[in-house]
């Protein structure tokens, strides 16, 4: 398994890539590619472009969850297929793996929306997706998890904010976060 770091709130001395409060990650594992999460803006693109990466031929989009450091970069990456798709330059478009509730309105505090400015209505437009609380296995080692099972006293005890479900405001524990996890030949990478 490759990890490449697209876009996260570090960036490295000497090297002019950009950097911001959000993560995007590449994942190549045989002969899987696996875009992990999008950032908050197109700097995942942009510093992809730096590294001579480019997402034509990506097999999935994994949404760890649905706040705005994770989601908000979706319409830089419609745009990319979409210039893609003008240029006939050929591409093909990943599968949008996520949990059924990333997609739900999110706020907190004094902000009124801080999840994925795309709604799963028109993502579906530019996109197959799978919603699934259920782990789903993308290449022999490597499985979305799905919800994650809050088993000990102190998983999933701090509020972020509130989710937007029917119409009715409910305290926001982070149920839709996800993972990926690897089976490797020394164990579990998480």
């Not at 959000?22 to 942009?46: A, H, M, P």
């Not at 993308?138 to 099972?149: A, H, Y």
Request: with cysteine; aromatic share 10%; glycine share 4%.
């Amino acid at each position: 398994m490759k990890i490449t770091v697209l876009v996260d709130n570090n960036t490295l001395i000497d090297r002019y890539f950009l950097g911001e409060p959000g993560v995007s990650y590449l994942i190549q594992d045989e002969e899987c590619k696996i875009l992990f999460d999008v950032g908050y803006s197109d700097f995942f693109i942009r510093n992809a472009r730096k590294m001579n990466i480019n997402f034509r031929d990506l097999d999935y989009l994994i949404l760890s969850h649905g706040h705005l450091d994770h989601t908000w970069g979706l319409i830089s990456l419609i745009k990319y297929y979409t210039e893609a798709s003008i240029e006939k330059i050929d591409c093909i478009k990943p599968t949008v793996i996520t949990h059924p509730s990333s997609f739900l309105a999110k706020k907190a505090k004094d902000l009124k929306q801080i999840g994925s400015i795309i709604s799963q209505e028109e993502l579906n437009k530019h996109f197959k997706m799978k919603l699934s609380k259920e782990p789903l296995w993308l290449t022999d080692r490597l499985v979305f998890l799905g919800e994650i099972e809050r088993k000990n006293d102190f998983e999933a005890k701090k509020l972020i904010g509130k989710v937007v479900k029917d119409d009715f405001e409910e305290d926001d524990y982070l149920i839709d976060d996800s993972a990926l996890a690897y089976r490797s030949a020394k164990g579990l990478v998480i």
